[in-house]
């Protein structure tokens, strides 16, 4: 899992970049939102041998459907950054600097990863 920091004013094709360059492993799914609907992308996730199921701008001349089902998973992600967003810090960023609030990102992403585990059991 990886996380990043952009500014406000970046395009979310930026923040992309800077997350598939971590030492990760590839996806085999990639859900995301229109913001990240390109043909860059697109190609970039075929080539690593993953499924992009991204709708398409509304702009788009041609069509691309995707899988209602698989897309339809994207809701838990958004669960998950609202569950992010009950903690305070977060929601205020009152960490100055980036590397603090992203620090804090990874411990409130921890927290919720245990909890999933430790409430299962």
């Not at 990886?2 to 004013?9: L, N, P, S, V």
């Not at 398409?56 to 609202?82: C, M």
């Not at 929601?91 to 609030?101: E, G, L, M, V």
Request: charge should be neutral; hydrophobic fraction near 35%; proline fraction near 5%.
């Amino acid at each position: 899992m990886a996380a990043e920091i952009t500014g406000g004013e970046v395009s979310d094709y930026k923040g992309y970049d800077l997350v598939m360059d971590a030492e990760t492993p590839d996806p085999k799914v990639l859900l995301a939102d229109r913001g990240y609907d390109s043909d860059r992308i697109r190609d970039d996730v075929e080539g690593r041998g993953g499924t992009p199921m991204i709708p398409g701008r509304k702009t788009r001349k041609v069509s691309i459907p995707i899988d209602d089902f698989i897309y339809s998973l994207r809701n838990q992600v958004e669960r998950a950054f609202n569950k992010l967003k009950c903690s305070r810090r977060l929601a205020t960023r009152y960490d100055t600097p980036a590397s603090s609030y992203l620090g804090f990102i990874h411990i409130a992403s921890i927290r919720l990863w245990h909890q999933h585990f430790v409430n299962s059991t």
